[in-house]
């Protein structure tokens, strides 16, 4: 049996989605995280709420951030 794979969603990560968005980017910036997590584009800057579910279905790989940030 298998088991739901937890993703480990920390703010200032960089998500590779499976799907690019419409302006041609395929990865976007995890901005905050919560049952909505907030996610900006890296290509147009737009921002999103998307689903917490929703966006790890989407999500196809994570990039944790390269230097920690400091928690406000
Ligand atoms: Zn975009």
């Known amino acids: 049996m298998l088991c739901v794979e937890i993703i480990k969603l920390l703010a200032g990560s960089t998500l590779e989605m499976k799907k690019p968005h419409p302006c ?36 196809k790989s994570v990039t944790p951030p390269a230097n920690q940030i400091d928690e406000k």
């Open 24 to 59: 041609g980017a395929r990865t976007m910036r995890l901005m905050r995280v919560g049952s909505i997590c907030r996610v900006v584009c890296t290509g147009c800057g737009r921002d999103m709420n998307i689903d917490r579910i929703k966006l790890e279905k989407a999500i």
